[in-house]
């Protein structure tokens, strides 16, 4: 039985409560089933709240995830599921709020989204229901996941009126709570998400959730909630003193990523664990973001002992210089067929239209046969895709394209617990991850206080 009490007292009450939480930290979702439904049930069980990475997965496979996860966790054990913005397919996306509430899923972590969408409306609604003493309950929540202010402005004012009425008028929510939705941010709950593994805006904790503390002061003010919005603060913690700064900042809550996909119950493959126990802070690098490689959205992964990220930029750098596949020196296609694609670039092309066909995406094919950067482009992404998959499967069969989402804040705590039974990924599991930074983050802060008071 692990020991809570000296980690209970961290963070926002309010926060604990409504959730039905012990603790004010939370373990991220991670695409693909990285954040996988063991992980979010050993969470759940040890008085925490896990998301499920359901981005990337069928939704046969997200149906079977929550019911798994509701038969191990008791019905007062917290858990949530990861709603990804899909700008290229609103209505999957809405498909997928749609799934998430016909599977009683009450919390979700909104992640990737630029602006508020019908889908996010839609789950936000339907849990809207009138207080007997005029309040508003929320009997579903968002956590949203933001790295820019202006996201998050969006995500403390109330639903867009013009997406409220539309879903009211197509049936998919009450006059009532088309009215209720003007009283309430669309979510109380917002995650600051500094320079982090996976998607980044390479932000800084200290610059980035003090601004955003000052939007939620001025959004309490000019919109008069009678709730307070909650701010989490997510993105390089790792260790004790990275908590500690989240909480001395205000924090009201923390959220973890990198450093639980090293754990015995993350999804990726072993071999992936064995390499990323090893890496320091030095050994992540950025390149371009698979599914927006045209805008160079960055991801940041693991650099040590592969060639992923050099050779991603390599091709970024390719798409900009030439107008199509056919104009790149004849011996960098082949180079790049040989040890990037480990295929001719004509099978990479069908396997890439066979992709758009089962997605119904046809159009993009069509677009693509009349505009050769589109192709090249497209060409290019599934490169990211292989990549992506090889973390899954087989890495020993193509080490050295393997793409692994991960930050910094994995090797500052493989630094901290260096010599000791967590130095071994074997060793490591979520909750217990949590229970020691919490409980030794309130040692630093305990400690700080008693010093100045001296």
């Known amino acids: 039985m692990i020991e809570y009490d000296t980690a209970t007292r961290l963070g926002c009450a309010s926060f604990r409560s409504d959730f039905g939480v012990d603790h004010a930290y939370l373990s991220g979702s991670m695409y693909r089933g990285i954040s996988s439904r063991e992980l979010v049930v050993a969470m759940g069980r040890a008085g925490f709240m896990g998301f499920l990475g359901a981005a990337g997965m069928s939704p046969e496979r997200v149906r079977a ?31 997928n709020a749609e799934l998430l509430l016909a599977q009683g899923v009450r919390v979700i972590e909104a992640s990737a989204y630029i602006k508020i969408t019908p889908a996010l409306v839609l789950f936000h609604l339907r849990g809207l229901r009138s207080l007997p003493g005029g309040g508003v309950a929320r009997d579903t929540r968002i956590l949203a996941k933001i790295s820019r202010p202006e996201v998050a402005r969006e ?3 109330p639903a867009p009126p013009e997406i409220v009425a539309q879903l009211v008028a197509d049936g998919h929510a009450t006059v009532e709570q088309g009215e209720l939705a003007r009283k ?37 003010l000019e919109f008069g ?16 003193h990275a908590v500690a700064a989240a909480f001395a900042m205000e924090a009201d809550y923390v959220m973890t990523g990198s450093i639980n996909q090293c754990t015995v119950e993350s999804g990726i493959s072993d071999a992936v664990k064995d390499r990323l126990q090893t890496i320091d802070v030095q050994d992540t ?41 056919h104009e790149i020196p004849e011996g960098v296609r082949r180079q790049i067929q040989e040890t990037f694609f480990k295929k001719d670039v004509g099978e990479v092309w069908r396997e890439t239209k ?33 990549s992506s998959r090889l973390s899954f499967a087989d890495t020993e069969c193509d080490p050295a394209n393997v793409q692994v989402h991960t930050g910094p804040a994995l090797g500052a705590f493989n630094q901290w617990v260096k010599g ?35």
């Open 184 to 220: 309430v941010p669309v979510a109380q709950d917002i995650t600051v998400e500094a320079d982090s593994g996976g998607h980044t805006d390479r932000g800084v904790s200290t610059v980035l959730l003090p601004s955003i503390q000052s939007l939620r002061q001025h959004a309490m």
């Open 65 to 95: 995830d929550i019911a798994h996860i509701r038969r191990q966790l008791a019905p007062h054990q917290a858990f949530g599921v990861n709603l990804l913005c899909d700008l290229q397919d609103p209505a999957r996306e809405f498909a």
């Open 155 to 157: 995500f403390m004012r």
């Open 225 to 240: 909630y009678d709730e307070r919005i909650r701010l989490g603060l997510s993105g390089g913690i790792g260790t004790p």
């Open 285 to 325: 690098d950025y390149c371009p973001a698979g599914d927006m490689f045209e805008i160079g959205a960055l991801v940041q992964v693991l650099k040590k002992g592969v060639l992923f990220p050099a050779r991603a930029n390599r091709l970024a750098t390719l798409y900009k210089s030439y107008e199509s596949w």
């Open 354 to 386: 066979e992709h758009l066909r089962n997605r119904n995406r046809s159009e993009e094919i069509e677009r693509a046969e009349r505009v050769p950067k589109r192709k090249m482009a497209l060409i290019f992404r599934w490169y990211y895709g292989y």
């Open 420 to 454: 000791t039974h967590m130095e071994s990924w074997r060793n490591r599991h979520p909750e217990r991850i949590a229970v020691d930074l919490l409980r030794n983050a309130r040692s630093i802060l305990s400690t700080r206080r008693v010093a100045g008071s001296a």
